[in-house]
């Protein structure tokens, strides 16, 4: 395999985040100590090196970077404090904005007031286009139809749905050429790698090694694996109970005429009730540790990760303003337009997937499979 050389390309990936790998002499000690190294994901010292030479094809189809949770413990022990952890995340953000289509992510991870700018752009837009008249009174116990209607809402969302679609098309087209991952696909080793990384997910078990190797024990309401899952398990909730509510309250009365209206269904009130108090508390506790710096793995914040973090606590905390409203039966034009900014921000944060560090909850299962499926593979 011929790799081309090009020092351009580690000059770039510095603009995505705080390191200095040429400071590296390349002691393997960062592979050594790191707790999820294995065979045949043998990192971060292999990424190092393909960033000293300049490999960028082989950098941005590398699974390596998204097999590393950050637990900092390689740049706790670097002797040459070339901090490789906030590298590998870097690497984790290159790849991200080069999958972008529309090359907007590339100039929001690069430069902090375009993303602000283009952030506050397209948020005002999204509102404007949510605020309308009175709708048709598809949901009679909706509050808020004087500034945003329920069907405009469904209208708008439906819009951004359809085109998060195709620019995620187009991402994974590009994903799926340039991480190889068919060579490694059959039927079976491919169902046993899609339990594998389910299993993974629903636990990140792996994450947990890093604790369990530490010098330093913490607190489990401290663990970085756990405030993960109550941010990615708070998300699916809130999800899972936006999509019930919008079968319930939109479509059933439409596909079974029989159905009847409802104005709250329960069920999908307690889902999103009990999901967005895991996920404040997740963010909440990410944030705290990003504050206070407390730990090597959430010294360094890029804005990519503020953003995030931040988006995500506004929406939680408007979300349980708005339950309020909703519970007591309270609406006013200032309850209206929190309703906007939640509604618009949240779509926002949706059609932003493929350029943000929410992207990781796409392409890092995507990166997963590919390594269960080639350590399936081997074993086989």
Same mark, same amino acid.
């Given at each position: 395999?011929?790799?081309?050389? %090009?020092?351009?390309?580690?000059?770039?990936?510095?603009?995505?985040?705080?390191?200095?790998?040429? *400071?590296?002499?390349?002691?393997?000690?960062?592979?050594?100590?790191?707790?999820?190294? $294995?065979?045949?994901?043998?990192?971060?010292?292999?990424?190092?090196?393909?960033?000293?030479?300049?490999?960028?094809?082989?950098?941005?189809?590398?699974?390596?970077?998204?097999?590393?949770?950050?637990?900092?413990?390689?740049?706790? !022990?670097?002797?040459?404090?070339? $901090?490789?952890?906030?590298?590998?995340?870097?690497?984790?953000?290159?790849?991200?904005?080069?999958?972008?289509? /529309?090359?907007?992510?590339?100039?929001?991870?690069?430069?902090?007031?375009?993303?602000?700018?283009?952030?506050?752009?397209?948020?005002?837009?999204?509102?404007?286009?949510?605020?309308?008249?009175?709708? !048709?009174?598809?949901?009679?116990?909706? @509050?808020?139809?004087?500034?945003?209607?329920?069907?405009?809402?469904?209208?708008?969302?439906?819009? #951004?749905?359809?085109?998060?679609?195709? +620019?995620? +098309?187009?991402?994974?087209?590009? @994903?799926?050429?340039?991480?190889?991952?068919?060579?490694?696909?059959?039927?079976?080793?491919?169902?046993?790698?899609?339990?594998?990384?389910?299993?993974?997910?629903?636990?990140?078990?792996?994450?947990?090694?890093?604790? $369990?190797?530490?010098?330093?024990? !913490?607190?489990?309401?401290?663990?970085?694996?756990?405030?993960?899952? *109550?941010?990615?398990?708070?998300?699916?909730?809130?999800? *899972?109970?936006?999509?019930?509510?919008?079968?319930?309250?939109?479509?059933?009365?439409?596909?079974?005429?029989?159905?009847?209206?409802?104005?709250?269904?329960?069920?999908?009130? #307690?889902?999103?009730?009990?999901?967005?108090? #895991?996920?404040?508390?997740?963010?909440?506790?990410?944030?705290?540790?990003?504050?206070?710096?407390?730990?090597?793995?959430?010294?360094?914040?890029?804005?990519?990760?503020?953003?995030?973090?931040?988006?995500?606590?506004?929406?939680?905390?408007?979300?349980?303003?708005?339950?309020?409203?909703? /519970?007591?039966? !309270?609406?006013?034009?200032?309850? %209206?337009?929190? @309703?906007?900014?939640?509604?618009?921000?949240?779509?926002?944060?949706?059609?932003?997937?493929?350029?943000?560090?929410?992207?990781?909850?796409?392409?890092?299962?995507?990166? +997963?499979?590919?390594?269960?499926?080639?350590?399936?593979?081997?074993?086989?």
């Amino acid at each position: 395999m011929t790799i081309k050389v %090009n020092p351009q390309v580690l000059n770039d990936i510095r603009k995505y985040g705080a390191f200095d790998i040429s *400071a590296c002499f390349n002691c393997g000690n960062c592979t050594a100590v790191c707790p999820l190294s $294995e065979d045949g994901a043998s990192f971060p010292r292999k990424m190092i090196r393909y960033g000293q030479i300049g490999a960028r094809e082989e950098i941005l189809k590398a699974k390596e970077p998204w097999l590393c949770y950050y637990c900092a413990e390689c740049s706790e !022990t670097c002797p040459r404090q070339a $901090e490789p952890g906030e590298y590998m995340a870097a690497v984790r953000r290159y790849q991200i904005a080069n999958l972008d289509p /529309t090359g907007l992510g590339k100039l929001m991870y690069k430069n902090t007031w375009f993303a602000i700018v283009f952030s506050i752009i397209t948020s005002a837009a999204l509102g404007t286009l949510l605020i309308k008249g009175d709708g !048709t009174g598809v949901f009679p116990g909706w @509050l808020f139809h004087d500034l945003v209607p329920y069907d405009t809402i469904h209208n708008v969302g439906i819009g #951004v749905a359809a085109l998060l679609t195709v +620019l995620m +098309l187009m991402s994974f087209f590009v @994903l799926i050429r340039r991480s190889e991952i068919l060579k490694d696909f059959n039927a079976n080793s491919f169902m046993q790698a899609t339990a594998d990384v389910a299993r993974e997910l629903g636990t990140m078990k792996r994450h947990g090694k890093c604790r $369990e190797q530490a010098v330093k024990k !913490t607190s489990w309401y401290k663990d970085h694996r756990y405030i993960h899952l *109550a941010i990615m398990w708070g998300f699916l909730m809130l999800l *899972a109970a936006t999509t019930l509510n919008f079968f319930v309250i939109f479509l059933a009365p439409q596909m079974f005429p029989g159905f009847g209206q409802l104005t709250v269904f329960y069920p999908a009130r #307690v889902i999103g009730t009990i999901g967005g108090l #895991v996920m404040l508390w997740g963010v909440s506790a990410a944030i705290w540790k990003r504050f206070t710096a407390s730990e090597r793995g959430s010294a360094i914040t890029q804005f990519s990760d503020a953003w995030l973090l931040g988006y995500l606590w506004v929406l939680a905390l408007t979300g349980f303003w708005l339950e309020v409203v909703v /519970t007591v039966r !309270t609406p006013s034009s200032g309850n %209206n337009w929190v @309703l906007l900014v939640h509604a618009a921000m949240a779509m926002q944060l949706v059609l932003f997937v493929g350029m943000t560090k929410l992207g990781h909850a796409v392409y890092r299962p995507f990166m +997963l499979l590919k390594h269960a499926m080639q350590r399936r593979g081997v074993s086989s």
